[in-house]
């Protein structure tokens, strides 16, 4: 499944549209993003039960305060919880969807940064599939782990997160993995139909050969006018935060 042409056009605010008081993947920074006419990106964590919440981190303390990590507390204890300081609480993906209700482009990334080894699925990326199977409006789910995007509905285009794979970065991983994963290697396996790529790495030759076949390039994360000119020599659309980016 193609992206829906909406998501090359309207760039992309990165955990929505926040800023000072208006906190990071927040219903105020989603309903700030609708208000500026950008797309929006979220990303996607589990909590104890299984239930997909809006959330960064895997651990607390940055966005909350509290300790911990987020998939050991419950909905009870996480629908508590306020971010950053402010009266925003932690949204689940349901409340996202119905909120944001087609009217921007919706980019939904699963975080799984142990990029496991199986195409087992998993729960949350099953649970994530259920709740987007019938959104009404331009959707897409992305993750940096090639197997959190088996499974999905044809109904519902799927891309890669990607990077250099930097070692200082992504020291949990061996040479052989990340070679293979900044070699966008499974792109056709897993049937994806975009990639949202680093900015720092566009020069990239999986770029480059994934763009010479038509495949949509998105980039993250772009911060000033003067990245934003740079990325979009090659990147089709922006992921973005800290500016105002113009629409293509």
């Known amino acids: 499944m193609r992206l829906h042409p909406d998501f090359l056009r309207l760039p992309i605010a990165h955990r929505g549209l926040h800023s000072d008081g208006v906190?990071?993947?927040?219903?105020?920074?989603?309903?700030?993003?609708?208000?500026?006419?950008?797309?929006?990106?979220?990303?996607?964590?589990?909590?104890?039960?299984?239930?997909?919440?809006?959330?960064?981190?895997?651990?607390?303390?940055?966005?909350?305060?509290?300790?911990?990590?987020?998939?050991?507390?419950?909905?009870?204890?996480?629908?508590?919880?306020?971010?950053?300081?402010?009266?925003?609480?932690?949204?689940?993906?349901?409340?996202?969807?119905?909120?944001?209700?087609?009217?921007?482009?919706?980019?939904?990334?699963?975080?799984?940064?142990?990029l496991r080894a199986t195409d087992d699925i998993g729960d949350l990326s099953a649970r994530v599939a259920e709740l987007v199977a019938h959104y009404q409006g331009p959707v897409a789910v992305m993750s940096f782990n090639p197997h959190s995007v088996l499974g999905f509905p044809d109904s519902v285009p799927v891309g890669l997160t990607?990077?250099?794979?930097?070692?200082?970065?992504?020291?949990?991983?061996?040479?052989?993995?990340?070679?293979?994963?900044?070699?966008?290697?499974?792109?056709?396996?897993?049937?994806a139909s975009f990639i949202s790529h680093d900015r720092k790495d566009l020069d990239n030759p999986a770029v480059a050969a994934l763009k010479a076949r038509g495949v949509p390039v998105l980039t993250w994360t772009i911060r000033s006018p003067d990245e934003e000119a740079e990325a979009r020599r090659v990147a089709d659309n922006i992921t973005f935060e800290d500016y105002p980016a113009k629409s293509a």
């Open 162 to 191: 990607t990077c250099g794979y930097d070692p200082d970065d992504w020291a949990m991983l061996d040479d052989a993995t990340r070679a293979h994963l900044a070699a966008i290697a499974d792109f056709d396996r897993v049937g």
């Open 23 to 114: 906190p990071e993947n927040s219903m105020a920074a989603f309903r700030a993003a609708i208000a500026a006419g950008y797309g929006i990106e979220c990303d996607i964590q589990a909590a104890a039960d299984g239930t997909p919440i809006v959330f960064h981190d895997d651990e607390l303390p940055r966005l909350t305060g509290a300790n911990g990590l987020v998939r050991a507390l419950g909905m009870d204890a996480i629908s508590m919880l306020r971010i950053m300081g402010t009266d925003e609480a932690v949204p689940t993906l349901a409340d996202v969807l119905a909120f944001v209700a087609g009217r921007v482009p919706l980019l939904i990334e699963i975080k799984d940064q142990s």
